[in-house]
């Protein structure tokens, strides 16, 4: 497809294709007799020839497809295991921290590591 962005893996693979196709125009003709697919596609590409009959293999099952599945599953909440009375009295304790001002809060991103509460010494 034209204009779409190849990442490093493919790039290589397109230049041992070029190579591949360089040599064999060096030799005259085919380096591998054309009945041997497999065994050209792994020298082609300089990948082990199991490599090449896995990726045959897995295709018959499922066909290769161009963007991954997206996962239906979710990440159960931490919270949700607790009863709901308690997980009012954290959110209320927490509504209150934040209006008198006596913690600073982050919401923190890296490695999931959730919300991170701040309460310096009392004045």
Same mark, same amino acid.
């Given at each position: 497809?034209?204009?779409?962005? *190849? ?23 085919? *380096? *591998? ?91």
């Amino acid at each position: 497809m034209p204009g779409s962005i *190849l990442n490093s893996q493919i790039q290589q693979f397109v230049l041992n294709l070029c190579k591949y196709f360089e040599r064999e125009r060096a030799h005259g003709g085919p *380096l *591998l007799p054309f009945s041997s697919v497999q065994e050209r596609v792994a020298d082609a590409l300089e990948i082990s020839q199991k490599t090449v009959f896995n990726i045959k293999q897995r295709n018959k099952h499922k066909p290769i497809t161009s963007f991954p599945e997206k996962s239906s599953h979710r990440i159960k909440k931490k919270t949700s295991d607790l009863p709901e009375g308690q997980k009012m009295e954290v959110r209320n304790t927490l509504y209150d921290m934040y209006k008198d001002s006596t913690c600073v809060f982050w919401w923190c991103n890296i490695m999931e590591c959730g919300l991170l509460i701040y309460c310096p010494l009392q004045r």
